[in-house]
């Protein structure tokens, strides 16, 4: 029996193929381009089939796209159809890419049907773990405005840090400026960046990756309760996801079902903006 409240997301939420599945959780692909290729992220594009592009020797720099609102309004209605009463969809952040009005005009394409389009104010695993809320809210049959208000009511429990091994993909991307990248970039900084009011944001500069890693647990340890906990990383020499995991649960307060502490590889949407050998993660923390 399908849920009252369907959840639908972008491919920004970096959620694994196999949570999505289990969670029921509909997931509409950007668009991912290499030179005159177009893929779409998670589709006809895997994530470890990215990487292995993005990291070709001479491979042209990808360029990133939201799906049309035709492709949002699709999603909304195949879901009403199959008996949900209402659709919950969220997207990552406004600032930092086009899917949200998409999906806001995907929505207008079904006037008079009950679906809600969230801005997290994240993105991807930040967004995905607001996702994962609202499934489990859904889940116990909580009314779509319940699941809109718990999960902007959650941006403010979500801590996000993600260590970089270079800040040039921010800046080829778009998301940071040429002069800040340069200055890091001299300086051979590993920047550690977070999400701030919707818009990726250097936290803080360490000089080395070690520092940089080490400096995330610091900034994630200590807080209250934890809802749903996240490691966020991309593939490269040095990086071990596992290890992070474990020192970061080591860090946390209480015990933590494991089953709520998924470890994901940034996909094919965020990837062309932090690059490899990133390694952070993102908490949510319980509301009070």
Not at 106 to 132: C, T, W, Y
Not at 221 to 241: F, K, N, Q, R
Not at 250 to 277: F, K, M, T, Y
């Amino acid at each position: 029996m399908p849920r009252r409240v369907a959840i639908v997301t972008d491919s920004t939420a970096d959620l694994p193929p196999d949570i999505v599945a289990a969670r029921d959780i509909t997931v509409v692909p950007l668009f991912v381009t290499f030179g005159t290729e177009e893929f779409r992220a998670g589709v006809d594009l895997s994530t470890a089939a990215f990487w292995e592009r993005m990291l070709a020797p001479d491979a042209p720099f990808p360029t990133t796209a939201a799906s049309a609102p035709g492709t949002f309004r699709d999603a909304f209605e195949a879901a009403l159809d199959a008996g949900a009463e209402a659709v919950v969809c969220i997207n990552i952040s406004a600032k930092l890419s086009a899917s949200f009005k998409s999906a806001e005009l995907g929505a207008q394409m079904l006037p008079g049907r009950d679906i809600s389009v969230v801005d997290s104010g994240s993105a991807s695993l930040g967004l995905g773990l607001l996702v994962l809320l609202a499934a489990d809210l859904a889940d116990e049959g909580r009314s779509a405005a319940e699941i809109v208000a718990a999960v902007r009511a959650g941006l403010a429990d979500l801590d996000l840090y993600l260590a970089l091994d270079t800040i040039e993909y921010l800046r080829k991307g778009g998301r940071l400026s040429a002069g800040r990248a340069a200055v890091a970039t001299i300086l051979s900084i590993k920047p550690i960046i977070t999400v701030v009011d919707g818009a990726v944001e250097v936290a803080e500069r360490p000089r080395t990756r070690a520092k940089a890693r080490a400096r995330v647990l610091e900034l994630l340890a200590g807080g209250g309760a934890i809802e749903w906990a996240a490691v966020l990383y991309s593939p490269g020499e040095g990086t071990d996801p596992s290890a992070f995991r474990d020192e970061l649960l080591a860090r946390l307060p209480g015990e933590l079902d494991p089953s709520r502490v998924i470890v994901g590889a940034v996909g094919a949407s965020i990837g062309p903006h932090v690059g490899p050998r990133c390694l952070g993660a993102v908490l949510l923390r319980r509301h009070a």
